[in-house]
């Protein structure tokens, strides 16, 4: 035995003992960076919130984001902390010995691994509750549903459960299996590693070898992972609803008749192997366990792959339709339901087959806004004739109405946005001081047409020019919509461009209430950290006044304020 070899010197002790200070000073200052990562774009989101007015939105937000951080990470310090420290002690000294003896390893012994094992586990137990916390805290929103649920009063056809099951609970224990999932397959992970590093588990040439506590520990993690695999099978049962198997979206024939038992079995099958790893705790070898696995494998591959799909070619392609009959007057009900098609009521109307002038005279309103023009060729017309410089485009076109001369009318108009991808010098003062906001639109009417086979505009031009009887727009900036999607600094020192006029430009500034003022420091420099951008703190033409605009396109203001 060599059992000096693995009793350092007092002196190489000593020096082994100062030398992991540096890696605790880095790794402080990364969690103090992940910190900063995380409080920066929080601080920010909170001024914009209470720049709109939903401030509740956010505060119950971070309440939800914070306590999941804390009970996340709370839970996954405790699990690994006991779990990681009782493997540290079960370390076997025969095995250790004969390991040494026998396979003549220049591993270092027990006496050096134990002291570093003690020393970096909280390290590696804090960063990974931390990192835990952090990626848990990002489904808040499915368990504030969870916590906030109400039934929808209609059950699925298959389980009978209420479609709040499906929509707000079953997703949340889908998630927090997951978790639990994820939590004990890196407990065995390192459980392993540290059983190897104090030589509970070794390979000799007769195999390998264990430890008889830390035989019992992995058995007792084999059962709670075998445990909580059960659970999923169980919970996948009720996925079959969200199959897409069938000719229609749902549980199909096969579904019900071959995956839905089987699955049943499985989870049986998995708390049976659970019961076996706690069985053979008390018993040596792993046969009775290897058994268990060995049959819900068998299980797994015939019953989850080989049986549906004979199921589904032998049964039910022959005879298709009849066979998926009652599941596709599921998917109709529940359609026609989700719609709320089932409660159209069908009445006979009668109509007037006599059409004459006097007809259309008192339906002359309808008559007018027909709409006759179609929004694809109509967008196109609009980019030709109305854009005007390339750092202009026509995203879409709507429809709205308003009031032309006295009368309600349908009209088509479209919005003339700033596209930052075509500026011709996109450096940061013309994407964020200079040029900050579309500008204009164009209106139509939905069944005019000029002579030439134009539409006939409302409003047109730049600055644009409402025709006689129409509302004239006396702001046109577009400082919000569809594809604006960079933050605008407004309120400068560094004059707006408002549109071109021949060899001249003309500016303006912004006078709107919108936009989230720079009165402080710590909001120039918590922006400037937010966008990476050092601009903020060097630019001579931001002021007290000045005011930050994010979120401004409206694809990204409705999710992130509701």
């Not at 001249?504 to 402080?520: A, F």
Request: hydrophobic share 50%; net charge positive; with cysteine.
């Amino acid at each position: 035995m060599h059992v000096g070899a693995d009793r350092p010197r007092e002196g190489s002790r000593a020096r082994r003992v100062n030398r992991p200070q540096p890696i605790v000073v880095l790794v402080l200052l990364f969690v103090l960076l992940a910190l900063l990562a995380q409080l920066v774009p929080l601080y920010t989101d909170f001024l914009w919130f209470q720049e709109v007015g939903y401030t509740q939105v956010f505060t119950t937000t971070l309440s939800m984001r914070g306590s999941l951080f804390a009970v996340v990470a709370l839970v996954v310090a405790i699990v690994l902390w006991a779990n990681l420290t009782f493997a540290a002690r079960t370390a076997a000294p025969d095995v250790l010995w004969e390991l040494e003896d026998h396979l003549g390893t220049t591993l270092p012994g027990r006496v050096v691994i134990e002291p570093l094992i003690h020393r970096f586990l909280p390290i590696v137990v804090s960063l990974i509750a931390i990192v835990s916390g952090f990626r848990a805290n990002a489904a808040w929103e499915t368990v504030l549903g969870y916590l906030n649920r109400v039934p929808f009063r209609t059950t699925d056809p298959l389980f009978g459960r209420d479609l709040e099951f499906f929509v707000f609970v079953l997703p949340f224990w889908r998630l927090v299996h997951g978790w639990a999932t994820a939590l004990i397959v890196g407990t065995l992970v390192l459980t392993l590693a540290i059983s190897v590093l104090q030589r509970s588990l070794v390979l000799t040439t007769r195999g390998p070898r264990l430890a008889a506590a830390a035989r019992t520990h992995l058995l007792a993690l084999g059962a709670v992972l075998l445990g909580l695999k059960a659970i999923g099978f169980w919970l996948d049962r009720f996925d079959l609803v969200f199959s897409p198997r069938g000719i229609v979206f749902g549980a199909s024939y096969t579904d019900v008749h071959a995956s839905l038992p089987v699955l049943g079995a499985m989870a049986v099958l998995c708390a049976l192997c659970a019961l076996a790893c706690l069985v053979q705790m008390a018993r040596p070898g792993v046969r009775l366990v290897a058994a268990g696995l060995l049959v819900l494998a068998l299980v797994w591959v015939v019953g989850l792959g080989v049986y549906p799909a004979l199921l589904q070619r032998l049964r039910v392609t022959p005879n298709e339709l009849a066979a998926e009959r009652p599941f596709i007057v599921h998917n109709i009900r529940m359609t026609r339901q989700a719609y709320g098609l089932d409660r159209i009521q069908e009445r006979e109307f009668p109509a007037n087959e006599d059409l004459d002038q006097a007809a259309l005279s008192r339906n002359d309103a309808t008559i007018k806004n027909i709409r006759l023009w179609d929004h694809r060729p109509l967008l196109r017309t609009f980019a030709q004739l109305q854009e005007i410089r390339t750092y202009y485009k026509f995203i879409d076109v709507d429809n709205d109405r308003y009031m032309v001369n006295g009368e309600y009318r349908q009209l088509m108009l479209s919005a003339r946005e700033l596209s930052y991808q075509h500026l011709q010098s996109r450096i940061w003062i013309n994407q964020h001081l200079t040029f900050t906001h579309g500008f204009g639109a164009v209106v139509g009417l939905v069944n005019r047409v000029t002579p030439e086979g134009l539409p006939e505009l409302l409003v047109k031009d730049i600055p644009p020019k409402s025709n006689p009887g129409f509302p004239a727009i006396t702001r046109p900036e577009l400082y919000y919509a569809e594809v604006a999607d960079e933050y605008a600094l407004v309120r400068t020192r560094s004059q707006e461009l408002d549109y071109p006029a021949g060899d001249q430009n003309v500016y303006s500034t912004y006078r709107g209430s919108g936009g989230i003022p720079l009165t402080s420091w710590l909001r120039t420099i918590a922006f400037a950290a937010r966008f990476g951008e050092k601009n903020f703190l060097l630019s001579n033409d931001l002021t007290s006044d000045s005011r930050v605009m994010m979120y401004r396109s409206i694809g990204d203001v409705i999710p992130t304020s509701s």
